[in-house]
């Protein structure tokens, strides 16, 4: 990605695989940000928003070793903080309350990621 349309950008990443979450690392980075975890479980994504000040935007995986993360989604939207689902899941399995969240479709493209997530943060 030539031009760093997240730099200097905090990106929280809750995925489980090591893999995708390394690609989403390396997408991240490419496009200038600065990434928070990856985490892969509810329960640590819920500590880390609750203790980190500074979070820009986050891509949430849907499903976390079985357990959904929908009350990640929550505790970003109380703070205020942007974020999309990196999903295979689609818009039907989501709660009606994150009809409003970008999905970014699982296998990602990095340009992809970026585009999403630039405008959602974007000053």
Same mark, same amino acid.
């Given at each position: 990605?030539g031009?760093?349309?997240?730099a200097?950008?905090?990106?929280?990443?809750?995925?489980?695989?090591?893999?995708?979450?390394?690609?989403?690392?390396?997408?991240?980075t490419?496009?200038?940000?600065?990434?928070? /975890?990856? !985490?892969? $479980?509810?329960k640590?994504?819920?500590?880390? =928003?609750? $203790?980190?000040? $500074? =979070?820009?935007?986050?891509? !949430?995986?849907i499903?976390l070793? /079985?357990?959904?993360?929908?009350?990640?989604?929550? #505790?970003?939207r109380?703070?205020?903080?942007?974020?999309?689902? #990196?999903? /295979?899941?689609?818009? !039907?399995?989501l709660?009606?309350?994150f009809?409003?969240v970008?999905?970014i479709?699982?296998?990602?493209k990095?340009?992809?990621?970026?585009?999403?997530?630039?405008?959602?943060?974007?000053?």
């Amino acid at each position: 990605m030539g031009e760093q349309l997240l730099a200097r950008r905090r990106i929280l990443v809750v995925e489980d695989e090591y893999f995708l979450a390394d690609d989403l690392d390396g997408a991240l980075t490419d496009a200038g940000a600065k990434v928070l /975890g990856p !985490l892969p $479980s509810v329960k640590e994504a819920a500590r880390f =928003i609750a $203790s980190e000040p $500074s =979070i820009d935007a986050a891509v !949430l995986d849907i499903n976390l070793h /079985g357990e959904m993360v929908f009350p990640v989604a929550d #505790a970003l939207r109380e703070r205020g903080i942007p974020f999309a689902f #990196a999903t /295979g899941y689609d818009q !039907l399995a989501l709660p009606a309350r994150f009809a409003d969240v970008p999905r970014i479709e699982k296998p990602f493209k990095s340009d992809r990621l970026a585009a999403v997530l630039g405008p959602m943060i974007a000053t």
